[in-house]
């Protein structure tokens, strides 16, 4: 009898600190984060958002951008993303969770394998991993410096640019320094498709959007 | 993706400089916050509001009832508060939670766990996720933490049967340690680029014709307890892989040394309060070369890029991101659970066979590499007491740990600890691979489905929470076993240890001797080493050659 006591006292002793800790652990906390945040780092705190020529908030530069169809291809006039469990919608991420002998996995690769290739006008063997497998989160913005040359040719192309200034255009979004040490070296296709669009209009001062 | 080496050994030499550096401030602080009298104004206040005693201490029944209500009421609030997140405001177009979601959830923030049943993004809004769930990860991680100090002062303490007061632990502990530690790193967590907003932004590509709209939410703040109370539950559904909870591969780098940072500190705290420095020193030692051992194992098991898809795709890649890349990747698969976080950086399931099969080992070797907040500690000193045990059988001469005597009521609450994980991992693990329904919730085939239904229970019982992905766990069926192994892998061991504490406290000390063994140095490390090692390889061979040692050996 003592104990069932004992235990409705603690239930309303932890029913209280409990309520008393959402307030403070669950409300204070979380908005003084925030106030600091929006303080000190207000751009990384609010999603690193990328804006256009025009100052219009375009993209974010963490998160995957990609034009794609029904299908799932992309569009060819730009630098592809990497395939994507969540067709890179950012209100969902997943990776595809397959594992390494996984049949189906190997289908999908396979068949990867040949698309890109056909699409880049390279052999299969030049197809680099990242082009072929689908990202942890399904939003990752960036693809390996080995596919982004790839593409290099093809966007170029279809954006009547020099290959000479879209391959500056990689290397001024390509992750180097310390976390690429510490990562591996990356570029960031959502900032480099958006530079590449600044471009294009330039070059074509006719074309409006 | 190629691994380099290079970055990956300056990456593990880096962490272990760092953890050396701040385990004995960090140990130091934590000692005083529980060995401390004085309450702040606040703290008084508090306790005058909920009816504690602060002056009063209690008997281990007593402190384990504190436990067990509050962690039952929390799971009862946590649970009802999802359900009827519908009529909670600022949740927008998210309803009540599915009930075996939310009763799954419930059981898994509160033991400390975070296996996540559900995809946030489409489940939970963020009073749930910033109200109740991060609460939780304070919580459940400071209930570790007093759980280690109270079987200490048992250890410690000579003919009382008083092991501190459960409110009042809990509270320095929480607000002393946990909160500004958590503030100082989601504060730099932001500076690194994670998100923390309440509102999300719509952006418009008008060259590419993509129209986005980019989440937000009270990332940071979450993401740093996330790691410091080894929780693991993320915001988003990919976790530490998502770019706004982990946007570059030096933020990654600081949330392994977030996730390893209280369970490395606490054996000094440990050490200081038995009043012999030298306990700590061993028990944090045998804890670095675990951590260490299985961190390279488990780096050149990524390495290898074992797998038939892998190979076709011309190396690794699937299930990492290409900012992170193996080394990343591997580094934080060996932390998250070596700890009991479960936050991951990668998707485990597509892991080399062999380097998932390590994520698995880590987690059986029961957590204590460092572990868990506080539950590192106390499995750790459980295996200490079962290692002494061992050592006096073969002298012939009654053990003892710390000056106690270990009789057969503590050795059977002892051995009573260990065979708790085994048996749940695998009596409910063989339970759903025999029922059809069950483990058609595991896509996989041949030995991958027995491995993600195995890494399932293991990452459940031992309060771990990540998952190879690829299995469901929504439904009634596995909601429920998964929420008992959750449950019962966190409150059974917490009930022995308490009980060991209350036997331990109430004897004398005994003199040291010359034939007393001592539980420091070299030979009792290695001892301890190597009885953690056995005791798992003999529980959990049999099972591991069935899933990923197959999956990786064979092809």
Known sequence: MTTIFGYLRQAGTALRFLLAATLVLGFAYPLAVFGAGQLIAPAQANGSILRDSAGRPAASALIAQASAGDGGAQDPRWFHARPSAVAWDPASSSASNLGPNDAKLLDSVQQGRAAVAAEEHVSMDQVPADAVTASASGLDPDISPAYAKLQVARVAAAQGLDPAAVEELVRGNTRGGVTAFLGQPSVNVTALNLAVADAAAAAQPGRTK | ?555
């Open chain 2, 1 to 555: 993706m190629t691994f380099t080496t290079l970055s990956f050994l300056l990456q593990a030499g880096a962490l272990l400089v760092a953890l050396a550096a701040v385990h004995k401030p960090l140990g130091l602080y934590l000692a005083r916050v529980v060995e401390g009298t004085r309450a702040a104004r606040a703290e008084r206040l508090l306790y005058r509001l909920t009816g504690v005693d602060a002056g009063t201490e209690q008997t281990w029944p007593v402190y384990l009832r504190g436990v067990l209500a509050f962690s039952a009421v929390s799971i009862l609030l946590v649970f009802a508060l999802q359900r009827l997140q519908g009529v909670i405001p600022g949740t927008g177009p998210l309803s009540g939670v599915d009930p075996w979601v939310a009763m799954n959830t419930a059981i898994s923030f509160v033991t400390n766990t975070n296996w996540q049943a559900y995809a946030p993004e489409a489940t939970v809004g963020i009073f749930v996720q910033m109200g109740l769930l991060a609460v939780q990860n304070f919580l459940s991680a400071a209930v570790g933490i007093v759980v280690a100090v109270a079987l200490i002062r048992g250890l410690v303490r000579v003919r009382t049967d008083r092991l501190g007061n459960f409110w009042v632990d809990l509270t320095r502990v929480t607000y002393r340690v946990l909160l500004p530690l958590a503030f100082v790193s989601a504060v730099l967590l932001v500076l690194g680029g994670v998100v923390q907003n309440f509102w999300s932004t719509d952006v418009a590509n008008q060259a590419m014709g993509v129209n986005q709209t980019i989440p937000g939410g009270p990332v940071a703040s979450q993401e740093a307890i996330k790691v410091l109370g080894t929780n693991g539950g993320g915001y988003f559904n990919a976790n530490s892989a998502h770019p706004f909870e982990n946007p570059n591969a030096a933020v990654s780098l600081f949330q392994v040394f977030l996730l390893l940072l209280i369970p490395s500190a606490l054996p000094y705290t440990f050490g200081r309060l038995v009043g012999d420095r030298r306990q700590g020193f061993t028990v944090a030692a045998v804890m670095g070369t675990l951590w260490l051992a299985s961190t390279l194992l488990t780096g050149w098991a990524v390495s290898s890029a074992q797998g038939t898809a892998t190979a076709a795709a011309g190396g690794l890649g699937e299930g990492f991101e290409q900012r992170f890349g193996p080394v990343p990747a591997a580094l934080y698969a060996a932390s998250t659970t070596l700890t009991s976080t479960g936050a991951v950086n990668a998707a485990h399931d597509s892991l080399p066979p062999l380097a998932g099969g390590m994520t698995i080992i880590n987690m059986m070797l029961g957590e204590v590499a460092p572990g868990g907040t506080g539950s590192g500690l106390y499995g750790l000193l459980i295996l200490s007491i079962i290692a002494v045990f061992i050592a006096g059988l073969m002298v012939g001469r009654t053990p003892e740990y710390l000056g106690k005597k270990i009789g057969p009521t503590e050795m059977k609450l002892a051995a009573l600890y260990i065979l708790v994980t085994p048996t749940l991992v695998l009596a409910l693990a063989g339970v759903t691979v025999l029922l059809p329904d069950a483990v058609a919730n595991a896509p996989a085939t041949g030995p991958h489905q027995f491995s993600e239904v195995l890494y399932a229970f293991t990452s459940g019982a031992n309060n771990n929470g990540s998952a190879f992905g690829g299995i469901t766990s929504s439904g009634p069926l596995l909601s429920t076993l998964l929420g008992l192994a959750m449950l019962l892998g966190r409150f059974l061991p917490i009930v022995l240890v308490l009980a060991l504490a209350g036997s331990v406290a109430r004897q004398g000390k005994i003199p040291v001797s010359a034939g007393t063994l001592p539980t420091h140095g070299p030979l009792f490390g290695a001892l301890l080493l190597g009885v953690t090692v056995i005791l798992t390889a003999l529980s959990y061979f049999p099972a591991l050659a069935l899933g990923p040692l197959a999956e990786g050996l064979i092809r």
